[in-house]
């Protein structure tokens, strides 16, 4: 694992399970996890105030080392050009993508999910399935180097995912 990248996106009122558990997570496994937000070094707030600091920004990472677990706060990713095109050139190097909850929502501005098994929160369900994206209600569901999940409860299966997802481009 020594050398391999684990980016996680952070934004305001992000959800702390879905930051926090897959960054320990694979810190576990040994791989070099960090956040990335809009601003470097800027500290964000949960929902329920949890702060969480970015150490990187989407535009300072190099998309060929690093590998992208999507949290919360989708909403206003799905608005924001650096993270929708940042999304597309790690999908396109064949890296890991995962997203879980809402976080489809930036795969559906990024027009990353036509003819992809996918899952995510009920509440956006018809977005993914008008995006192209074939929905499953599964724990999670892995399509190539997508792999999506629908809520905080299915963290164990999504997690377990992303590291055999990652463990499989060693």
């Known amino acids: 694992m020594a050398g391999k990248r ?13 930051v926090w558990y897959p960054f320990y997570r694979l810190k576990e496994e040994g791989y070099e996890t960090f956040t990335i937000g809009p601003q470097k070094d800027m500290v964000y707030k949960s929902k329920w105030g949890l702060p969480c600091k970015s150490e990187e920004t989407v535009d300072n990472v ?18 924001d050009l650096e993270f929708e095109s940042s999304g597309i050139l790690v999908f396109s190097l064949g890296r890991p993508v995962a997203s879980i909850c809402h976080g489809p929502w930036v795969l559906c501005s990024a027009k990353l999910l036509k003819g992809k098994r996918a899952t995510c929160f009920i ?17 999670v569901v892995v399509d190539g180097n997508l792999i999506t999940s629908r809520k905080p409860p299915d963290l164990p299966d999504f997690c377990k995912a992303l590291i055999a997802k990652l463990k499989e481009g060693e």
């Open 62 to 79: 190099k998309a060929e080392s690093s590998q992208y677990c999507s949290g919360s706060a989708p909403d206003l990713w799905s608005r």
């Open 6 to 18: 684990v980016g996680i996106l952070v934004e305001f009122n992000y959800e702390e399970m879905e």
């Open 123 to 139: 509440a956006i369900k018809d977005d993914v399935e008008n995006a192209g994206a074939l929905y499953e209600d599964a724990s």
